[in-house]
């Protein structure tokens, strides 16, 4: 089993930055791909950005140029990097991780909120 638990989540003006952390343990050994998604106020669950191993990064249309993800793999941890956030950036959002992609996670965190005023 994979568990995943993120970190990094809070309130923040437009315009600001906030950096997320999704630590992973248990059997990483499987994670070839590990990503974040965002879930906002009556929306469907949605990618946000995606990592390989190798470090292959791709992100939604949405976050480019804003969002940055990044993993350190001695700490089996990804990050997500925010800045110029936006209102509609408000959501929870999920760390999740996969052996084949993470279009399709197998592995889910418990999410964490971030808010932005407007």
């Known amino acids: 089993q994979v568990q995943l638990v993120e970190s990094g989540g809070g309130l923040v003006q437009a315009g600001g930055s906030l950096r997320l952390s999704c630590a992973a343990s248990g059997n990483i050994f499987i994670i070839n791909h590990m990503g974040w998604y965002r879930q906002r106020p009556g929306t469907r669950r949605e990618l946000v950005a995606g990592i390989a191993r190798a470090g292959e990064t791709n992100y939604a249309d949405f976050v480019k140029g804003r969002f940055t993800i990044s993993r350190d793999n001695a700490k089996n941890t990804v990050y997500l990097q925010m800045n110029s956030l936006k209102f509609e950036d408000t959501a929870v959002y999920y760390c999740?991780?996969?052996?084949?992609?993470?279009?399709?996670?197998?592995?889910w965190g418990q999410g964490t909120q971030v808010t932005v005023s407007s």
């Open positions: 999740a991780a996969d052996r084949f992609s993470v279009a399709t996670p197998s592995h």
